[in-house]
């Protein structure tokens, strides 16, 4: 099997130049030495960066950018770099559950290599967490190389029956991950004997009722899961302020603009997860979404159009009014919504079996379709457009929001906690 290796930077990155840190440098130093001695066997390799704090969006990908560029001219392998921000606090269960995300996306990708993770002297918070994700997701496809500074002989570990193997609460991890709320609560069947499960059960339900964009009948479950639970906190606020949105409890427009918010919101989960049919299907609908709400909501007169049979028809209908200076706001959206590589990108949709013709779909056709270039890789491509979204909703009175995924941890964090404490028995 091809190694997938695992390299975590020994300390703290603040600012892009630290990549020449003299530190830094030592540990790529390290690195390089080791890809050459295992040249053949070395597939990918992944880097894990401590970020001291968050880095911007735009920042972020700049660092991405330049660090991956200029490790791969060194050690001339395909570089990711894995960026985890630092927590506050007791955060080793919140980059523990972090970690897990990445490993599981990493062992959906490359479902036949092994994971290998080198340790160099000194475990740091960071390198326990890749390696106890590891041993969870990779099982016998996981090994640890422990290897000496001074005299750079390695010892090679397997886990063969390690305590941190898969159990039913990293299957419960996974499923959350990947956004399976039906797969979660088909196995917490049976468990709702105490309250703490109760309300678990009842978040599951809220989030598969949001998939399936069931608005009301999942304000009612939240509304049950707070009757149990009623101390609140930020993730479980938020996710009660949308669903009041959605369920028109703040206004018409509120409704509309939260429901647009919801589609990009599971559209980013779409995008992260890679089910890139489904994608395309959803920001087909949000771009209609858009423009119907700029149509009622860009006048300070109600508009009435004449229905058209297709959305181009229905761009020229809109700019023809912006030309009549009848819809007087939403000039940065509109234009977003009109471009070309939102256009091309959902071209892939119309040459596809989910649009008009037999194509495969290709995220990469999708994500070059989109940026205009080949010259950018597919994960920088996708935050280039989860950048655009953020602006886009922003000229519109939203945000992109990370409701979903913050959920997705509260539901984790939970039901740890309910094992630790004895609530839910499982192996």
């Not at 009722?209 to 639970?229: D, G, P, T, V």
């Not at 007169?301 to 209908?317: A, G, H, K, T």
């Amino acid at each position: 099997m091809s190694w997938l290796l695992q390299w975590v930077l020994p300390n703290e990155v603040k600012q892009i130049d630290d990549l020449n840190r003299k530190d830094i440098k030592q540990s790529m130093q390290q690195l390089h030495n080791f890809v050459l001695q295992h040249h053949e066997e070395v597939k990918k390799v992944y880097v894990w960066v401590y970020l001291h704090q968050p880095f911007s969006v735009r920042r972020l990908l700049e660092l991405e950018t330049q660090w991956e560029n200029k490790l791969q001219m060194k050690i001339h392998k395909e570089v990711e770099l894995i960026p985890v921000v630092r927590k506050k606090g007791n955060w080793f269960d919140d980059i523990l559950i972090e970690v897990n995300q990445v490993i599981h996306r990493i062992c959906n990708e490359e479902p036949f290599d092994e994971m290998v993770l080198v340790s160099c002297g000194g475990q740091s918070l960071l390198q326990q967490a890749v390696l106890i994700g590891g041993i969870k997701t990779f099982a016998d496809r996981f090994c640890l190389m422990l290897q000496d500074q001074a005299t750079g002989e390695v010892l090679r570990q397997q886990f063969y029956d390690s305590p941190y193997k898969k159990s039913w609460l990293q299957l419960y991890q996974h499923l959350i991950h990947d956004y399976n709320y039906a797969g979660a609560l088909k196995l917490v069947e049976g468990l709702e004997k105490n309250k703490k499960t109760q309300f678990i059960k009842l978040l599951l339900e809220v989030q598969h009722l949001r998939e399936n964009f069931n608005f009301e009948e999942a304000y009612e479950k939240f509304r049950e899961a707070k009757k149990i639970h009623p101390a609140s906190n930020l993730r479980m606020l938020g996710t009660e302020i949308i669903l009041q949105h959605l369920n028109g409890e703040m206004g018409e427009q509120k409704k509309e603009l939260e429901q647009i918010l919801e589609l990009y919101r599971h559209i980013k989960a779409l995008l992260l997860k890679e089910n890139y049919p489904s994608f395309l299907t959803r920001f087909y609908r949000a771009r209609e979404a858009v423009l119907k709400y700029i149509v009622k909501y860009g006048s300070d007169e109600e508009i009435q159009l004449p229905r058209v049979s297709s959305i181009y028809q229905f761009i020229d209908q809109i700019e023809e009014l912006y030309e009549e200076g009848k819809i007087n706001r939403f000039f940065g959206v509109y234009f977003y919504i009109k471009s070309s590589n939102v256009a091309n990108a959902l071209n892939v949709r119309n040459k596809s079996f989910i649009g008009h013709n037999r194509k495969p779909i290709s995220k990469n056709a999708i994500l070059y379709e989109y940026y205009g270039s080949r010259n950018i890789k597919i994960p920088q491509a996708a935050e280039r457009f989860l950048g655009d979204t953020r602006i886009m909703l922003r000229d519109l009175g939203g945000a992109l929001d990370d409701n979903l995924e913050e959920m997705n941890k509260y539901l984790i964090e939970l039901m740890i906690s309910a094992a630790r404490e004895g609530d839910v028995k499982v192996d």
